[in-house]
């Protein structure tokens, strides 16, 4: 009988036209933003899922977004012994919109840092934190700069 009931829930809710939450695509509304390699990549393409799931002006059809992430470390403020005390996670990426035959690219960078723990392995939890910051800001940049981008094409 439970199973009959089970049956009937799940054709029921497939006729009304029922999809599952994440189910599909990595796309940000009509936007698909390829696959970034590397844990950094992950965050900022989940980063720029969020702030492009409404959209940009003037885009109906389908679009792709495709980034290319170059992540660097500088150490600074060393003390006597040469141990880090600070650190800084500095991104950059190239992008490039394709959409209905046309494309716009451009650059933008973001920069987070974060002190050094003394404890030992701690400071892998703070350079994850400050990189995924750091994507953080560099989604939001790329967002806005192509909305600016996006305006002026109107």
């Known amino acids: 009988m439970k199973q009959l009931a089970l ?10 036209g029922f999809t599952p939450l994440y189910a599909g695509g990595g796309g940000a509304g009509n936007i698909n933003v390829e696959t970034i390699e590397g844990r950094a990549g992950h965050s900022l393409r989940k980063a720029l899922l969020q702030e492009l799931a409404p ?3 003037g885009l109906d059809g389908p679009a792709s977004l495709n ?3 170059d992540e660097r470390i500088g150490r600074l403020a060393l003390q006597p012994d040469e141990a880090a005390t600070r650190t800084d996670i500095i991104v950059s990426a190239d992008y490039v919109l394709a959409f209905e035959g046309n494309a716009l690219s451009g650059t933008s960078s973001a920069e987070t840092s974060f002190l050094v723990p003394d404890a030992p392995f701690s400071d892998i939890t703070a350079q994850i934190d400050a990189t995924d910051r750091a994507m953080l800001l560099l989604a939001r940049r790329i967002a806005d700069d192509l909305r600016i981008k996006m305006a002026n094409a109107e």
């Open 67 to 69: 980034i290319v992430l």
């Open 55 to 57: 959209g940009l002006p």
């Open 7 to 16: 049956a009937l829930l799940v054709l029921t809710l497939s006729a009304c």
